[in-house]
């Protein structure tokens, strides 16, 4: 069992549908990051959180340490935002632990 | 552009071939990576250098030779390859409390 679990692993939806993605971890972390990966490998890391929640533009990402949870959320997503979303966590220093991704499919 | 370049995007060889695999930063970052991703898998750590020492070699077989000889280069050399082998190669650097920033990868394919 990998220490990070991503679902769905595959979602397909309309445009404009809000989207989420969800993360569990089964180990004590120190950051978890939330990655998208455009077809061609490319990878851009788009939000490190510890705690709480953090927002940038239409992307939301929260984190639940008691739980071991966080959600990515996509509001009106847009066939743009078509790509695979991974989750990652640090363990210690610089290790960096990632989940199997989330292929993500917006129709126009 | 993410500032971590890598070279080349895509690369063929043969199983007896020689190669190396570049990766640059000037983002200043103290921490350098490699990365293995192999279809429906999830990214794998192979090596990690930090201020330019390597601190974890992930089990990756010797046929894979990492160096890092400043902080801002970093190369994969690559012989005697196998098949399998053939994957997307991510080169990623950070610095401590920050986030990570990754290259574009080269695809590989060993034949």
């Known amino acids: 069992k990998n220490e990070v679990e991503q679902s769905p692993q595959n979602l397909t939806a309309q445009e404009g549908e809000f989207i989420t993605i969800n993360c569990s971890y089964s180990?004590?972390?120190?950051?978890l990051h939330w990655l998208q990966q455009h077809p061609g490998g490319g990878i851009v890391s788009l939000f490190m959180?510890?705690?709480g929640k953090k927002k940038h533009g239409r992307l939301i990402a929260t984190i639940n340490i008691q739980e071991k949870h966080s959600s990515l959320h996509i509001t009106a997503s847009h066939p743009r935002d078509s790509a695979v979303y991974i989750c990652?966590?640090?363990?210690?220093?610089?290790?960096?632990?990632f989940g199997q991704g989330t292929r993500l499919t917006i129709n126009p | 552009e993410t500032g971590v370049t890598q070279t080349p995007r895509h690369l063929v060889m043969g199983m007896t071939n020689k190669k190396s695999l570049k990766c640059e930063q000037h983002?200043?970052?103290?921490?350098m990576y490699w990365y293995k991703q192999s279809a429906k898998k999830p990214l794998e750590l192979m090596f990690v250098?930090?201020?330019?020492?390597?601190?974890e070699n992930n089990s990756v077989p010797s046929r894979f030779s990492p160096e890092c000889p400043n902080s801002s280069h970093l190369f994969l050399h690559l012989h005697t390859l196998q098949p399998e082998d053939s994957a997307l190669y991510l080169c990623?650097?950070?610095?401590?409390?920050?986030?990570?920033?990754f290259g574009s990868g080269t695809r590989l394919t060993v034949v």
């Open positions: 180990v004590g972390i120190s950051a």
């Open positions: 990652a966590v640090t363990l210690g220093a610089q290790k960096l632990v």
């Open positions: 959180l510890s705690s």
């Open positions: 983002l200043g970052h103290n921490a």
């Open positions: 990623a650097s950070s610095q401590a409390g920050y986030g990570y920033t």
């Open positions: 250098y930090s201020l330019e020492e390597r601190v």
